[in-house]
């Protein structure tokens, strides 16, 4: 980081007992009361787990799925029963987890993964399998940062110094292990010795941008400017941005790709004003199984959030409220995907990536 502040606390398994990882607790920061307060949950359960990725407490995709990971050792950790009965409430309590949240992918990934952890781990004594849980858990947070660390370096080429760089909504340290997707080579760019400044989006309605993105990035120490959603357009003709980087939540086979509410708006303004339209996730956010954006779940939130989100009613009571959490920029209008394994670009003359190959080789 910049001015060497310490890494975002976003998430983390804190071990009851030096001596073995089970049982524990999830501690995470509650960003529903960022920037006015620092306040730290301990997560002791799968359904104060499920509750916290609903009401955002914990968010952003791979966060999510890191969550939802330690909500399973948290499902089976004080169970006093034999191993496939361990199995068993492990493949219920994630069922349950699973309700969460539709839009990020990275939830159903890391449960997946947990899953067959526990099915391979099934022959072990009760606290065996517990332990190998957590390990697994504590496995899918490290392989994160690793994961934004190399998205950091890989995207951090595109920055030269004094460029400025539009995000949106919050895809940096709070929204992972740590270390951030979008914000990623920012940080890496910074400590490289380059300056880059920053214009974040407010992110309507819950102001993930305004709250997450504008505290994080001001924390270290980096240049950020804040503007509401609706200034995009005027920023960009003032020549105040020289690309976008945004993260994702569910990236599909053609590289579609789906993010918050207005993601998709940015990138018809970049394209109207030829600047460059950059994603930037783990593999782990990638879906294969869903060939375009057609396939991808969008996440509705309720109309409170639009009509009350500032702590007051700004709307009149009973008027009809549509609000998709998420939409889906397509492919068209991405110049690149940057994963862990580098910047993915569009064969010349193709609209759409091909993630499917570049998964297998
Ligand atoms: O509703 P949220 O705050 O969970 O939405 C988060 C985003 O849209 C992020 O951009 C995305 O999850 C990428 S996080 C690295």
């Not at 065996?128 to 080429?157: P, S, Y």
């Not at 339209?277 to 990638?286: D, E, K, N, Q, R």
């Not at 007051?312 to 209008?333: E, H, I, S």
Request: with cysteine; glycine share 8%; aromatic share 6%.
């Amino acid at each position: 980081m910049h001015n060497n502040a310490p890494p975002v606390p976003t998430i983390s398994w804190q071990p009851d007992r030096p001596s073995a990882l089970c049982p524990g607790v999830a501690r995470i920061i509650d960003q529903t009361c960022l920037p006015n307060a620092e306040v730290f949950l301990e997560l002791r359960d799968s359904q104060t787990v499920w509750q916290a990725i609903r009401q955002l407490q914990v968010r952003g995709a791979p966060a999510i799925g890191i969550a939802a990971a330690m909500g399973l050792v948290l499902a089976v950790q004080n169970l006093d029963q034999n191993s496939p009965a361990l199995l068993q409430a492990l493949h219920k309590a994630a069922d349950y987890l699973a309700t969460a949240r539709p839009t990020a992918v990275n939830l159903f990934w890391a449960l997946a993964r947990m899953r067959a952890t526990a099915q391979n781990a099934v022959s072990l004594s009760p606290p065996e399998f517990k332990e190998r849980l957590a390990q697994e858990a504590l496995a899918i947070f490290n392989e994160d940062l690793e994961m934004c660390r190399a998205i950091g370096r890989h995207g951090a080429v595109l920055l030269r110094d004094g460029c400025s760089v539009l995000t949106h909504c919050n895809a940096g340290g709070l929204a992972t292990a740590g270390y951030g997707t979008a914000l990623a080579p920012i940080y890496r760019a910074t400590e490289e010795g380059r300056s880059v400044s920053v214009y974040a989006d407010e992110t309507r309605p819950l102001l993930q941008g305004a709250r997450l993105t504008a505290w994080e990035l001001q924390r270290s120490g980096i240049d950020v400017t804040l503007i509401c959603d609706n200034m995009a357009a005027q920023v960009m003709r003032e020549k105040r941005v020289d690309l976008v980087m945004v993260g994702a939540d569910r990236i599909a086979a053609n590289g579609d790709a789906a993010n918050k509410i207005g993601t998709y708006g940015l990138a018809l303004l970049a394209h109207a004003h030829r600047l460059p339209f950059y994603v930037l996730a783990p593999t782990s956010t990638f879906d294969l199984h869903s060939a375009d954006g057609a396939a991808i779940p969008i996440e509705e939130r309720a109309a409170a959030e639009i009509t009350e989100g500032f702590g007051r009613r700004t709307a009149p009571a009973g008027v009809k409220v549509y609000a998709p959490a998420f939409d889906v920029t397509p492919a068209a209008l991405i110049e690149g995907i940057i994963c862990e394994h580098g910047i993915i670009r569009k064969a010349p003359g193709a609209t759409g990536f091909d993630l499917q190959m570049r998964h297998e080789t």
